[in-house]
T-cell receptor, first 114, second 112 residues
């Protein structure tokens, strides 16, 4: 059982470049989310989705886009990368009916923007 | 304002010694409380959770936590740590919406 899979694990971008972080889960979870983790700041929610076709903003959505065309996939797009987006990104999911906080995390994607 | 405070950035404990990691929160409603663990280079894993009922909750890997409403705390404990417990630990609080509020984390270092 793969759980939550994130790709790539590492990425270096130049300022202004665009890229997509991929997230896929095979647990048929309705809820999916993206967090960024920065030293000394814990996790901050970027965007989340409660099902296919439904997305909403979290705490720090600026500079990021998401879409949810299938239950399994929830990609995160950086349209024009900035050094402030250097971070470790985590995708997390939760089953339908699962309570807030009962999250399953991917292993993370470390992004460096030069 | 809603917040979670983990006062200790780092804690060093000898292998076999007991452990307590502190978590204090500020939340306007009845909180749901969580502890997660992040091993180096890995994602986060749920250790334990509190929703209601017994204020002492048991989790995986021999961890437990106690909810003290009067102190707005949810401290994580383990009677005897193992070298494999070296990791970063995160406390989080949430309510009826979809968003969790996370602490900044405490890095646990185990001395042999």
């Amino acid at each position: 059982n793969a759980g939550v899979t994130q790709t790539p694990k590492f990425q270096v971008l130049k300022t202004g470049q665009s890229m997509t972080l991929q997230c896929a889960q095979d647990m048929n979870h309705e809820y999916m989310s993206w967090y960024r983790q920065d030293p000394g700041m814990g996790l901050r929610l970027i965007h989340y989705s409660v099902g296919a076709g439904i997305t909403d903003q979290g705490e720090v959505p600026n500079g990021y886009n998401v879409s949810r065309s299938t239950t399994e996939d929830f990609p995160l797009r950086l349209l024009s990368a900035a050094p402030s987006q250097t971070s470790v990104y985590f995708c997390a999911s939760r089953r339908a009916g699962g309570r807030i906080g009962e999250l399953f995390f991917g292993e993370g994607s470390r992004l460096t923007v030069l | 304002a809603q917040s979670v405070t983990q006062p200790d950035i780092h804690i060093t404990v000898s292998e076999g010694a007991s452990l307590e990691l502190r978590c204090n929160y500020s939340y306007g409603a009845t909180p749901y409380l969580f502890w997660y663990v992040q091993s180096p280079g890995q994602g986060l894993q749920l250790l334990l959770k509190y929703f209601s009922g017994d204020t002492l909750v048991q989790g995986i890997k021999g961890f437990e936590a106690e909810f003290k409403r009067s102190q707005s705390s949810f401290n994580l404990r383990k009677p005897s740590v193992h070298w494999s417990d070296a990791a970063e630990y995160f406390c989080a609080v949430g309510g009826s919406n979809y968003q969790l509020i996370w602490g900044a984390g405490t890095k646990l270092i185990i001395k042999p």
